[in-house]
């Protein structure tokens, strides 16, 4: 039976890595570092989980010595860098320049009347969880969801499925009572690897990843419902059933 639905944050309820991208380039532009980062590297990138991790793979491969400077120096200025990425993308927000993808919300909505839990699962600081769900769905957004993972409480970032692991334990909750939802390959396996059968709904950025060990995979969730949701779900876990019996 399904009982809660599990969704990641960036690039699942709402397109922000544009949006993440361009508050990183005002952030290097303002501590003056001369980097930049393209659509194209910065799809690269994203198969770093992590904003801070992502900065520090960058900063490896444009500076090979940073391993000489003293590990604090570092850490400092990465800190810096994503404190100021954090002000801008929350200004991006507030702005109205993000909004949930389609069918996000009405889809929220329906599992809510069912009786389902919801939880999220993801990488991403909490402060950006909370601009961007306290501007789609109001102040009391929290109230949406029993409960939330994020970097704060995951430190070992997808794929490893941490976050998930943390969800299930914390709905009390099997993985065959759940469903989660991905937009990347990183996502996509931190979601397996913790049993959840997965719906992948792609952005421009992550539409080249290997999704062959999805559930579904999705332009977007604008045309699926929950009776489509608990259909899929329950013909998945059949599946497995009969073929651990074979």
Same mark, same amino acid.
């Given at each position: 039976?399904?009982?809660?639905?599990?969704?990641?944050?960036?690039?699942?309820?709402?397109?922000?890595?544009?949006?993440?991208?361009?508050?990183?380039?005002?952030?290097?532009?303002?501590?003056?570092?001369?980097?930049? +980062?393209?659509?194209?590297?910065?799809?690269?990138?994203?198969?770093?989980?992590?904003?801070?991790?992502?900065?520090?793979?960058? +900063? &490896?491969?444009?500076?090979?010595?940073?391993?000489?400077?003293?590990?604090?120096?570092?850490? *400092?200025?990465?800190?810096?860098?994503?404190?100021? &990425? $954090?002000?801008?993308? *929350?200004?991006?927000?507030?702005?109205?320049?993000?909004?949930?993808?389609?069918?996000?919300?009405?889809?929220?909505?329906?599992?809510?009347?069912?009786?389902?839990?919801?939880?999220?699962? #993801? #990488?991403?600081?909490?402060?950006?969880?909370?601009?961007?769900?306290?501007?789609?769905?109001?102040?009391? +957004?929290?109230?949406?969801? %029993?409960?939330?993972?994020?970097?704060?409480?995951?430190?070992?970032?997808?794929?490893?499925?941490?976050?998930?692991?943390?969800?299930?334990?914390?709905? &009390?909750?099997?993985?065959?009572?759940?469903?989660?939802?991905?937009?990347?390959?990183?996502?996509? &396996?931190?979601?397996?690897?913790?049993?959840?059968? $997965?719906?992948?709904?792609?952005?421009?950025? #992550?539409?080249?990843?290997?999704? %062959?060990?999805?559930?579904?995979?999705?332009?977007?969730?604008?045309? $699926?419902?929950?009776?489509?949701?608990?259909?899929?779900?329950?013909?998945? +876990?059949?599946?497995?059933?009969?073929?651990?019996?074979?």
């Amino acid at each position: 039976m399904l009982r809660a639905l599990i969704f990641d944050v960036d690039g699942t309820l709402a397109d922000t890595e544009s949006a993440h991208c361009a508050a990183f380039n005002h952030a290097f532009a303002e501590l003056g570092l001369g980097w930049h +980062w393209d659509e194209a590297l910065y799809t690269e990138l994203l198969e770093i989980s992590g904003g801070k991790e992502r900065i520090l793979h960058y +900063w &490896k491969q444009v500076n090979p010595g940073v391993k000489a400077l003293r590990g604090e120096a570092v850490q *400092e200025t990465i800190a810096r860098i994503h404190e100021l &990425k $954090t002000a801008h993308y *929350e200004a991006a927000i507030a702005s109205g320049e993000v909004a949930l993808r389609p069918g996000v919300l009405a889809l929220i909505d329906e599992a809510l009347e069912q009786g389902l839990q919801l939880a999220i699962a #993801t #990488t991403t600081s909490p402060v950006n969880i909370s601009a961007l769900l306290r501007q789609a769905m109001g102040p009391a +957004w929290r109230h949406n969801f %029993s409960a939330i993972g994020d970097a704060s409480s995951a430190p070992i970032k997808k794929p490893h499925p941490q976050v998930y692991l943390q969800m299930l334990e914390a709905l &009390k909750l099997d993985a065959s009572d759940c469903l989660a939802f991905e937009d990347s390959g990183n996502g996509l &396996k931190a979601a397996t690897l913790a049993g959840l059968a $997965t719906v992948i709904t792609p952005t421009q950025y #992550t539409q080249h990843h290997d999704f %062959s060990r999805a559930l579904h995979v999705l332009p977007d969730l604008g045309e $699926t419902r929950f009776a489509d949701l608990a259909l899929w779900h329950t013909a998945h +876990w059949a599946g497995e059933r009969l073929l651990s019996v074979e």
